[in-house]
Nanobody, 126 residues
Framework: QVQLVESGGGLVQAGGSLRLSCASSGRTFSKYAMGWFRQAPGKERDFVAAITWSTYSTAYADSVKGRFTISRDNAKNTVYLQMNSLKPEDTAVYYC???????????????????WGPGTQVTVSS
């Protein structure tokens, strides 16, 4: 069982930056690929970024490429999402997720992820 808790969300002006963190419980964190997803009001949950468990291969949604960076620290059981040049359309609840699926690059599919955090709100004002 993996428990995930996100932090670092908040209100920021367009063009600003935020760094989200996702802390995981358990001693097997390093064996899971990790992903970030987001869901805006009235919309489906969408893929944002993901990173594999060992090779650190990454994947990004086209809408965030060049602005967002995913990273992980297995010693701290934590995955990060550095978000720069934020836009109002980035406003959403951001979710951290874990999957035992070992593919490279990591999966971008919501249904591939087994464990989810409760989410953290990110609001970007114009």
């Amino acid at each position: 069982q993996v428990q995930l808790v996100e932090s670092g969300g908040g209100l920021v002006q367009a063009g600003g930056s935020l760094r989200l963190s996702c802390a995981s419980s358990g001693r097997t964190f390093s064996k899971y690929a990790m992903g970030w997803f987001r869901q805006a009001p009235g919309k489906e949950r969408d893929f944002v970024a993901a990173i594999t468990w060992s090779t650190y291969s990454t994947a990004y949604a086209d809408s965030v490429k060049g602005r967002f960076t995913i990273s992980r620290d297995n010693a701290k059981n934590t995955v990060y999402l550095q978000m720069n040049s934020l836009k109002p359309e980035d406003t959403a609840v951001y979710y951290c997720a874990a999957t035992s699926l070992r593919v490279s690059p990591p999966s971008v599919l919501v249904r591939a992820y087994d464990y989810w955090g409760p989410g953290t709100q990110v609001t970007v004002s114009s």
